[in-house]
């Protein structure tokens, strides 16, 4: 079986954010983008973060409607902003903004490349992309309110 023969992707969708702040500031001026997943990507629109633990959480779902079992086996980072770093683990830094894919809303639990398993022809599975306001620096001070756009991940599937 051949790679062009998976079938694994995002559900064609654009999701709005559920906006929170995790050290009890107010969501007043938090911006969250809308997400747009198609095919193996998802970026995330232009993204105002005001605060340290100020929190955009998007819900989204990867479908296999291929014929074979498939295994995710990388994380890659989509955009192209230089403030940028590279992805380690399924989440990756913009200044004082983290980007993660995570399989709990709380983004607590990070998913893992390699790691979860899809079915064939019906597996889904829900994952959840976390654009979150560091609550600090590595000096210890906290940043600025900064904006993004277009920034996201791709995942890569392949036959289990």
Do not use: R, W
């Amino acid at each position: 079986m051949t790679s062009t023969e998976l079938d694994v992707h995002f559900k064609t969708e654009t999701v709005t954010a559920t906006a929170a702040n995790t050290n009890g500031g107010t969501t007043a001026n938090i911006v969250c983008g809308e997400a747009t997943s198609s095919g193996k990507n998802v970026t995330v629109a232009n993204t105002t973060l005001d605060l340290p633990g100020d929190k955009c959480t998007y819900k989204l779902t990867v479908q296999n409607t291929g014929p074979v079992a498939v295994k995710l086996t990388a994380v890659g980072k989509k955009g192209s902003e230089s403030a940028c770093g590279a992805v380690s683990g399924a989440s990756y830094t913009c200044g004082n903004i983290v980007y993660k894919l995570t399989s709990d809303a709380s983004g607590s639990t990070a998913i893992t490349a390699p790691g979860s398993t899809l079915t064939a022809s019906t597996g889904t599975q829900t994952i959840y992309l976390i654009v979150m306001h560091k609550d600090h620096d590595a000096s210890g001070l906290v940043g600025a309110s900064t904006s993004y756009n277009n920034m996201g991940f791709e995942l890569t599937y392949t036959q289990q």
